[in-house]
């Protein structure tokens, strides 16, 4: 059976996962409301614009709340994984708060890239691109450090939920999808 993965893009969101997913054999619904929701395996929430109070329609963050009550699995990719966390100094209220980590004010100066070692991923480094990024300043002790880059927290694990500062959207490597693939399979 193919995967049914929701890709939440609302605003501003030029870095897409579809093309990956799509190579991978999921199907892919662009998620804009509350119905597109139903019958997905996994989300992920990406952009530079997302944030909670442009969900959409009516209800669509209150399902994402809901699901990710239920161990969903949710992988939120720069601006997403400001959507997940439940601090972010200097954006308001604009999140979700699905994870525990907290999110810097201050991005990463410019465009980056930078090549992480994920054993996860296998030992081949991932190449990764950083866009002015926000990075994680901050987890409790049931978040793990999948990624850091500069001593910086990167990319994280929390249950089901995956959180990444970087755009693996621009490379040719879709390890990262393919592992987001296996949480949605209760592979790992």
Sequence with gaps: MNERIGVLSLEGTDHDPCRFLRQLGCEVIRVQQREDLIDIQGLIMTGTGNKAKNLGQPGLGDRIKELAKA??????LGAGMVLLSKESPGQGNDRLGLMDLTVTKEPMAGRTEAYLSIPALGLTPLKAIFNEAPYIQEITPNVGILAEYNGKIVFVRQGNMLAGAFHPQQTEDDRIYRYFLD????QI
């Design 183 to 186: 949480i949605v399979n209760g």
């Design 71 to 76: 161990d969903f699995p949710i992988f939120g």
